[in-house]
């Protein structure tokens, strides 16, 4: 039984409704791509056994095609293969920021080698990083722009924050939610990340507040709003746990001295938690919140959290963002 057909079976103990399945390009569809490094090849791991190689179909083409002219300079270059282990890339669908990753503090042989390679290949930005270091050549930050409902919007990211995987479905996802909406008044977003779901979804509601604990993603988050003439979205620095506690006036946070949150009418919760799912605090809080939208990478603790929160599935998505894998992500509006 594939992945789809399991979780639209197990979906059918809590509801009659059938998913809207999207699914992915089989190829060329990651837009963030992690790999090992060895033996001067990127590995990765597939069926516990470690595989070599020069390039990768996965990730996105702007990405495939400069993989082996990239190997080629760190193979030719002793200061950037030497303790390397790690080579992360992420995309705009021209520019890619490489992130190598050591087991050695970066000199400055290695920032004169990592310089030649940007001036050698088009549209590439490098970063090192060791423990407790960052070396910057050129440019630390990725300009994304996310076409949506005849508007474009920019997004700005970092190798540090996350943003959705799937070059073709980030698009989609946001018009499945957009579509569902409902008497939307203000929002309230947990774990924001740097602005994936709240940018674009600024012009469907009044207000939105957004919450994240990753301080690169806030700061990211607030430079895009200003990139974008947003004047709807407030910001803060809070986890969950932390955002649910400062709505219930039990403790109050510094962060939050310049935001009046008497001022929004919430009709709709977002949450897009990590694969634990839901915290109890969380779960807690969405109770105050007429409709709940759920973004799931856990069809497990999806589940396992549709019963605690006690709502009824108005509608659901099902995006197969990892073609080949077992990995799903979910979409759901609750009442």
Known sequence: MNKLS????????????????????????????????????YTMVKDDKKIYME????????????????????????????KLFQINFRTSGKKVLATLIYHKPLQEDWILAAKDIEASIENLSVIGRSKKQKVLIRE???????????????????DLVFFQPNFYLYSLMISFIAKQLEDPKDLLELYCGCGGFTLPLASKFKKIFATENNRHSIRLLKESIKLNNLSNIETARLSDNETASALANERLFRRLENVDMQSYEFSHILVDPPRAGLSAETIYLSKQFKNMIYISCNPETFLRDIVEVDRKIESIGIFD????TGHLEIIAFLK
Request: glycine share 2%; net charge neutral.
């Open 140 to 158: 630390e930050n990725l300009e994304v722009i996310c076409n949506y409902d005849n508007s474009s919007f920019k997004i700005m990211q970092n």
């Open 6 to 41: 399991k979780f639209s079976r197990e979906l059918s103990n809590y509801t009659e409704i059938e998913p809207e399945i999207h699914l992915s390009p089989a190829t060329g569809y990651r837009a963030r791509a992690e790999f090992g490094f060895s033996k001067n090849s």
């Open 55 to 82: 390039k990768s179909s996965i990730p996105h083409p702007s990405i495939q095609q400069l993989m082996p002219n990239l190997l080629s300079k760190i193979y030719n270059s002793e200061p950037m293969q030497k």
């Open 321 to 324: 963002q990892f073609a080949n």
